[in-house]
C-alpha cells in the first residue's frame, strides 16, 4: 500500500478574531444504552467551533452512536447536549428543526439515494427544508458539485456510475447542500486509496478554511488523524478519555491509546517532528 503524503500535524483549534474558542456542541455526563448493554457513561466532549476534531475509539465502542446521539437519532438515558449553546433536549419542534439545518451528516458509504442522479441526491435536503425556484434549485446543487472538486458531468450520474472517491465528495456535497456549520463525516476516507484519502483530507481543510467549517469526524484514518484533525478525541471504558492534539494521545498512558498510537502502523506514518517517547 502507498504512504500518503505527509504534511504538517495537528494544530489547534482557530477562534474567529483571536477570541476564546466557543464549544458548539458540549456533552455532558451522557449515558447510553440499548437495553441492559450500557454503551456509553458519563461521557463528557467538547467540540470547538472552526475545528477539526477527530474522533477515534476501538470497533464497537460507540463512535457512531454517540453522533447518532448528537443528531437526536438515538435517545440517551442520562447527561445533557448543547448544540450552539441550546439545551437540545428543550427545543420544541420547530427549534429542532431550525438546529437540523445547520447540521450536515455524512453517512459511512456515503448513503445516497441510488436511484437518484448527483444533482437530484444533492437537491433532497433542498427541497425537505428549502423553499427554492427550479432554477435556483439547479445552480445551487451545480456549486456544490463544484465546490467538492466534481466535474459539472458529474452531476448527472447515478451512484452506480461513480468511482468510490467521486460517491464520497457527492455525499459531502449533499451534506454541504444547506450550508451547514457542523457537519459530521463517519470514516469518510475509508475504502480509498491512499491518494485519494490525502485529496479528500485537503479537501476537508479547504473547506474548513474558507467555510469556516466546524468537523465532527469520526476515523481510523491515521494520516487523516495526523493531517487534518486540530484535535483528536479518544473513546474507551463508555467515555472520552483523552481529547487534545496529537502530542496528548502520544502522552497517555492508557493502554488503548498506547497501542493505537505507538503501534508499528501508527509509529510509521507519525509525522517527523512527532515521535512517542
Ligand atoms: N440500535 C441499536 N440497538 C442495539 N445495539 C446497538 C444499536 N446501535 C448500535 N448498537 C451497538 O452499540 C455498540 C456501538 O456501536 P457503534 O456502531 O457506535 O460502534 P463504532 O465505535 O462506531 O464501531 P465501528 O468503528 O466498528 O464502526 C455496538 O456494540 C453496537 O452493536
Known sequence: MLDRPSQAGPREPQASGGEEPEAVIRVRDLKVAFGDKVIMDGLDLDVMRGEILGFVGGSGQGKSVLTRTILGLVRKQRGSIEVFGENVDKLDPRGRRRLERRFGVMFQQGALFSALTVKQNIQVPMREYLQLSPGLL????????????????????????????????????????????????????????????????????????????????VTHDLDSLYVACDRIAALADKRVIAVGPLATMLASDHPWLKAYFGGERARARLPADQTRT
Open 138 to 217: 439547479e445552480e445551487l446543487a451545480m456549486l456544490k458539485i463544484e465546490m467538492v472538486g466534481l466535474k459539472p458531468d458529474a452531476a448527472d450520474k447515478t451512484p452506480s456510475e461513480l468511482s468510490g472517491g467521486m460517491i464520497k465528495r457527492a455525499a459531502l456535497a449533499r451534506a454541504l447542500a444547506l450550508d451547514p456549520e457542523i457537519v459530521f463525516l463517519d470514516e469518510p476516507t475509508s475504502g480509498l486509496d491512499p491518494i485519494g484519502a490525502a485529496e479528500f483530507d485537503e479537501l476537508i481543510m479547504t473547506l474548513k478554511q474558507t467555510l469556516g467549517l466546524t468537523v465532527f469526524m
